[in-house]
């Protein structure tokens, strides 16, 4: 059994430090997705049915950074740590020592669709469709920032070329998950729902988009997770599934049942 591994491409996970002022690339990730997404938006609410202005989808960048998050952290602290946080509830806030939740951002993206739509009086499943084509954008360059990170590694695999030993990872070679997830999660998902998109009959059936993201998010979840180092406190669960999978798997029957409700909904024109 082989123990070669590659180098860990170090990277200073400050991208620029002023005095006090710092910008990391984490945080960079989330600016940059937030305002990729945001600009991808404004390009696909143009086509039909356009129920929403370009100049709305813009409006909605602070709903979204709010529900992302609030959610996620709220995720975190219910799905991964609630023990901790419950006997520890001032930490709840530190965000800047780390700790957000997909899942949790998912329902907190939601929650802030549902408002939004209601606030314009728009179908929530067409906002919730074009929020999904671009959230593989976010997802893409969050996983980078993760594997600048050198945080959220894989499983040992010593027998892989490709393999590596992460800083705060030991010795031991590991699969680079991160990077296993900005393909499949951000690149992969976002051509495949831009390949939908661009069906007409697709796009005049609200909803269909946001289930298949929700499928397309859990399977490739559900299979990353097998590379993916388990949380140190919680480990494998029931069935020897990890936290991620059982999400994932609930989402992914979520997202089933909303393709299959939508298809079953006339078309919307505009």
Not at 144 to 170: C, H, K, Q
Request: charged share 15%; aromatic share 12%.
């Amino acid at each position: 059994m082989s123990l070669f591994a590659l180098t860990f491409p170090t990277i200073d996970p400050i991208l620029i430090e002023i005095g006090p002022f710092a910008i990391r690339w984490y945080a960079l990730a989330y600016i940059a997705g937030l305002f990729g997404g945001t600009w991808y938006m404004r390009r696909l609410v143009a086509k039909p049915p356009a129920l929403i202005t370009p100049e709305q989808a813009d409006d909605f960048l602070i709903w979204a950074l709010i529900g992302i998050i609030v959610g996620g952290r709220l995720g975190y602290v219910l799905f991964y740590k609630p023990a901790y946080y419950l006997s520890n509830p001032n930490e709840i806030l530190m965000t800047w020592e780390g700790g957000m939740s997909f899942h949790g951002g998912l329902i907190g993206v939601t929650l802030a669709i549902i408002l939004f739509a209601r606030k314009l009086n728009v179908d929530k499943w067409y906002v919730a469709d074009n929020v999904s084509c671009a959230v593989p954008i976010g997802l893409l360059l969050g996983r980078l920032a993760n594997f600048i990170n050198g945080e959220l590694y894989g499983r040992t695999a010593p027998d892989v070329s490709w393999a590596m030993a992460f800083p705060s990872g030991g010795p031991i070679p590991r699969h680079p998950s991160q990077l296993y997830e900005a393909f499949l999660e951000g690149a992969v998902l976002l051509v495949l729902l831009n390949l939908l998109w661009r069906q007409d009959a697709v796009r005049q059936r609200p909803g269909v988009i946001t289930g298949c993201f929700c499928v397309g998010y859990a399977i490739a979840r559900i299979i990353v997770e097998l590379f993916r180092e388990p949380d140190r406190h919680l480990g494998l669960l029931t069935f020897g599934m990890t936290m991620g999978q059982i999400l994932s798997g609930a989402l992914l029957v979520f997202g089933a049942w909303v393709v299959w409700r939508s298809l079953k909904r006339p078309p919307v024109t505009g």
